[in-house]
């Protein structure tokens, strides 16, 4: 009998029952639309972090560099004077620990064993700054062609010669090969030659960025010469998102020889073995490895801004807001159409109430319409959500991130990439993917619309009288 009812009710107020359904639809859409943009933002600005630290990377463990005192961190340069041979080209590089203070090897395995990481390795960020050309001898030009006494020739001067130096300055990065899926490189993807291999962890191999290998015009099988050590390109690596932690990769013990920086460090890198625990592995690092600044990236989310920033805000705030709020309206607009209706039915429930019908059974009814008029608001929201995220994924509207240069800390390269940085502008794109949850929530909201204009309405139908529906009577 309810459902008879209700689907003959339904059938004759199909007017009444659709603009209820259009409201909520409405409002259920754009709910949709603005959960799905922020999914968007959230998965853009997951990709603009990856370039700065890398797949899998949770956090970094680093330690500022101390300030610099006299020329302790200028670089010298020598050169050879070579008497007659003044063609002779000469060069001179010097390979500096860039951005941060070394740390001991040792702290990488003590950062493992804090509870929560999954795993972490080291990395060692390096400046490599090549000087080279060649001097030029000058030439004495005699005054006049007269002589003074003894023979020799009169006052001359001396023209041409000089120098000619060419300086050369590239990042390196120094990676631990026997643990490929953590750290800086990971944000990039093998795009000719080949990755390193475990057992390369002290092989004179290299890995070159793109921009880079276009350059120097470097590709796999070239020749890379670091403070006189070559090192065969195996491979060419492309960053997914933005730039690259480094020019040229090498692996982590070939580095520190360079650098004389033997079982020395710059960077952790760390996994946490479940992300709602990256709060509790952070605390447990910095009281039990004291001195070490830990960097996560809600921390270099921060630090993100530009339109990107500014669309994800706007999301956020002012759009969950503004869906709230028309949701909230929609909602009332129901309950008070509902009522209305009630309220025009009065002969009906009157009649009804009349013939035994409790009120119980009549706000049952009453609600039971509501509720279907939800759910068909539910659909239609969810139709046209759907078709609102898929505009946005559509057009894929560009979105600019802005990361902020600086040394260490939370800025620039500051998750494990190669130090001081200037500021540097990436372009992303928008899109509006839709989750599972995004559309379990429109059917809540669908239902709860529903039993909030059924309870509108209910309530006006449970003060009803048969009384009311003889003074209806003609």
């Known amino acids: 009998m309810f459902f008879t009812y209700l689907r003959r009710e339904l059938r004759r107020r199909r007017k009444a029952a659709l603009v209820v359904a259009s409201g909520l639809a409405l409002g259920i859409a754009l709910v949709i639309v603005v959960d799905s943009v922020s999914n968007g933002m959230g998965k853009a600005q997951d990709r603009v972090l990856q370039s700065l630290y890398g797949l899998g990377t949770d956090m970094t463990v680093t330690?500022?560099?101390?300030?610099?005192?006299?020329?302790?961190?200028?670089?010298?340069?020598?050169?050879?004077?070579?008497?007659?041979?003044?063609?002779?080209?000469?060069?001179?590089?010097?390979?500096?620990?860039?951005?941060f203070q070394t740390l001991s090897?040792?702290?990488?395995g003590k950062v493992g064993a804090q509870p929560g990481v999954s795993d972490a390795v080291g990395g060692l960020s390096l400046q490599v700054v090549k000087v080279s050309g060649q001097f030029t001898r000058g030439k004495v030009q005699q005054d006049g062609g007269g002589f003074q006494r003894g023979g020799e020739g009169g006052p001359g001067q001396v023209q041409g010669g000089g120098?000619?130096?060419?300086?050369?300055?590239?990042?390196?990065?120094?990676?631990?090969?026997?643990?490929?899926?953590?750290?800086?490189?990971?944000?990039?993807?093998?795009?000719?030659?080949?990755?390193?291999?475990?057992?390369?962890?002290?092989?004179?191999?290299a890995v070159v960025d793109s921009a880079y290998a276009r350059q120097k015009k470097y590709k796999a099988g070239s020749t890379v010469t670091v403070k006189g050590v070559a090192f065969t390109v195996i491979g060419i690596a492309t960053a997914d998102s933005g730039d690259a932690a480094a020019d040229l990769y090498l692996p982590l013990k070939r580095a520190q020889a360079l650098a004389g920086a033997k079982d020395k460090v710059t960077t952790v890198y760390v996994e946490a073995t479940d992300s709602t625990k990256i709060g509790s592995v952070r605390s447990a690092i910095r009281k039990n490895?004291?001195?070490?600044?830990?960097?996560?990236?809600?921390?270099?989310?921060?630090t993100v801004s530009g339109s990107l920033s500014t669309a994800s805000s706007l999301a956020a705030g002012v759009g969950r807001w503004l869906s709230a709020a028309v949701l909230a309206a929609a909602f009332l607009v129901a309950g008070l159409l509902t009522s209305s209706a009630v309220s025009r039915r009065v002969r009906e429930f009157g009649t009804l109430k009349a013939l035994g019908w409790k009120s119980?059974?009549?706000?049952?009814?009453?609600?039971?319409?509501?509720?279907?008029?939800?759910?068909?608001?539910?659909?239609?929201?969810?139709?046209?959500?759907?078709?609102?995220?898929?505009?946005?994924?559509?057009?894929?509207?560009?979105?600019?991130?802005?990361?902020?240069?600086?040394?260490?800390?939370?800025?620039?390269?500051?998750?494990?990439?190669?130090?001081?940085?200037?500021?540097?502008?990436?372009?992303?794109a928008l899109t509006a993917p839709v989750s599972v949850t995004t559309i379990v929530l429109a059917v809540g909201l669908a239902v709860a619309g529903g039993l909030v204009a059924g309870a509108f309405g209910g309530w006006r139908a449970s003060r009803l009288r048969p009384a009311d529906a003889l003074r209806r009577v003609e």
């Open 63 to 99: 330690k500022a560099a101390s300030a610099p005192t006299g020329d302790a961190q200028r670089p010298r340069f020598r050169f050879d004077a070579r008497g007659d041979d003044d063609s002779s080209a000469q060069s001179s590089d010097r390979v500096m620990v860039q951005g």
């Open 289 to 302: 490895v004291p001195g070490t600044t830990v960097t996560t990236s809600a921390d270099l989310a921060d």
């Open 163 to 205: 120098a000619d130096f060419d300086v050369n300055s590239y990042s390196v990065y120094g990676t631990d090969v026997t643990k490929p899926g953590l750290g800086p490189l990971t944000s990039s993807k093998i795009t000719s030659g080949r990755a390193f291999r475990p057992a390369e962890s002290d092989a004179e191999v």
């Open 105 to 108: 090897a040792v702290t990488v």
């Open 360 to 428: 119980g059974r009549v706000t049952g009814q009453v609600i039971g319409e509501a509720v279907v008029n939800g759910l068909v608001g539910g659909v239609l929201g969810i139709a046209l959500g759907l078709a609102g995220a898929y505009a946005v994924t559509a057009v894929s509207p560009g979105l600019e991130a802005q990361l902020g240069g600086g040394a260490g800390g939370t800025t620039g390269g500051g998750f494990g990439g190669p130090g001081r940085q200037p500021a540097k502008t990436l372009e992303v």
